[in-house]
């Protein structure tokens, strides 16, 4: 998992640690140990304060980013951890595990999760959108959950897919969520009104990787306009 910030990246390892980098040369900065097991996810805060990370055996941890100290660990995932989201707000940050669990962890007060949220299934992305307002899960029931993070009560479901949703990937100034299913097919919605925008056939690659731009460009291409 890599993680951008600014003109710096960041990556964790499976030796549990944590590596900066600046962007454009990719030269090292700074190397963080924190975890005595692998790290699969990581993400920076908005605002380059902090970073969370969520390990293989279902640890995720808060960490200052300027010097590595560790600010909170929270042990309420059983199994390894899909996805770390932080919310572009810079309040709070979500994590996922195959264990079916959420959390949703407030920056404001650190000592345990805000909320825990459990399906019946593997959840395997987790993701904030309308500038942090919802928070939205993709799991093994092929249908994407729309979330109340201050409440952790379910707003909205979201159907059309026909395989398991892996991926969620959202883009702030066009309103646009797209989700990804195992199938490879590829939906758009507008999380203004959670209507379909556009369905798009499965990609012609065995695994594909779901990434949308700014400007609501998705894999490179314009798919939809005028949002």
């Given at each position: 998992s890599i993680?951008?910030?600014s003109c710096r990246t960041a990556a964790c390892h499976q030796d549990g640690s944590?590596?900066?980098h600046q962007a454009n040369s990719g030269q090292l900065l700074v190397i963080h140990k924190c975890h005595d097991t692998a790290i699969l996810h990581m993400d920076v805060?908005?605002?380059?304060?902090?970073y969370a990370t969520g390990c293989d055996d279902g640890t995720v941890s808060l960490w200052n980013r300027h010097d590595g100290a560790g600010?909170?660990?929270y042990a309420n995932h059983t199994d390894k951890v899909t996805e770390?989201?932080?919310?572009?707000k810079?309040?709070?940050f979500a994590s996922s595990s195959v264990d079916g669990t959420m959390c949703v962890y407030s920056l404001q007060s650190t000592a345990k999760a805000m909320h825990v949220l459990k399906r019946s299934h593997a959840v395997y992305d987790v993701e904030f959108v309308r500038n942090g307002e919802l928070f939205v899960s993709a799991d093994h029931a092929e249908i994407i959950h729309v979330w109340n993070y201050r409440t952790g009560k379910l707003v909205q479901e979201l159907t059309g897919h026909s395989g398991t949703t892996k991926q969620l990937e959202w883009s702030d100034p066009k309103h646009l969520?797209?989700?990804l299913d195992t199938n490879g097919k590829t939906i758009l919605w507008n999380t203004q009104d959670w209507k379909t925008i556009r369905s798009l056939p499965a990609a012609p690659t065995s695994a594909p990787l779901l990434t949308i731009s700014g400007n609501g460009k998705l894999g490179g291409y314009q798919f939809y306009e005028g949002l």
């Open positions: 993680a951008g910030l944590v590596s900066f805060s908005a605002d380059g304060k902090f600010v909170a660990t770390i989201h932080f919310s572009p810079n309040d709070m969520l797209a989700s």
